[in-house]
DNA sequence: AACTGGTTCAACCGCGTCTGA
DNA sequence: ATCAGACGCGGTTGAACCAGT
């Protein structure tokens, strides 16, 4: 014995929604709102859909400054971190990139992401970020419990924070015998992580950071600190 | 051109949580 | 404190599309 269905199947339409459906329930929406019930607006704005469905469809197609596909390399960091810290909580990580949606990053995650994240150098740079950025998520992921509680905005690291060290990957043949490193080599391999930090904003600090340890042929594999 | 297998993504389903009576 | 209805979420499905043969 299942719950009780949300609305009579039989009597509403299901699959595709046509374009003149679309914009009956955009007008309506935009006209009312969804006057607090998605459950009645159905009914008044005269679509035989059943509320859940215009919910979805709204939340996920209608509603103004929705963007589709084309995610960004940085889009795909903040998307990985966040996996890695929280899990496949798709609404909290859609409410950190503006007009993305949870099903969107859900779907993008399931068909792109995760393969691109079993073959390349991402894996590494994420649990990095994981381990050694997770300070600079000012929120505890273990505490955070499914509400409506917005996640706050990620903040700068501080003056002397610890920057993760560089991954595994950096182990010879990239660094030579007497510990100094192949430029080349060092920032493809660090790529990802370059790319991770640009994404939290401390592309310029890194950047110094890489440059000095190039200029002073310092091993690049030790932690940086500023 | 026709078939097949893989991929994408909009939509559905059912469960947990919230909220108001 | 309890309950029922509504909402929001993550997991899953399946039709449409694409690429390869």
Redo the contacts with the bound molecule.
Sequence with gaps: M??A??CD?SKVK????SPQEDSTLRDYVEKHG?A?????LPQKAGLKR????C???WL??LRPNIK??GFTHQEDTIILALYHNIG?????IASQLPGRT???V???W???LKKKLATNHLAAAAATINSNMLPYFPFDANSY????IPLPALVEAPENALLPSAPATLSPPFINADGSCEEDAFLLDFMPNYDLLDAFDFHDKFNHQIDYHLQQEQPIYQSFTY
């Design positions: 299942g719950r269905p949300c199947k299901r699959g595709p929604w969804t607090g019930s998605w459950i009645s059943c509320g859940k469905s919910r979805l469809r996920n197609y589709h596909g496949s909580r798709w609404s909290v949870d099903n969107d859900k779907n993008y399931n068909t792109k419990q499914h509400s409506q």
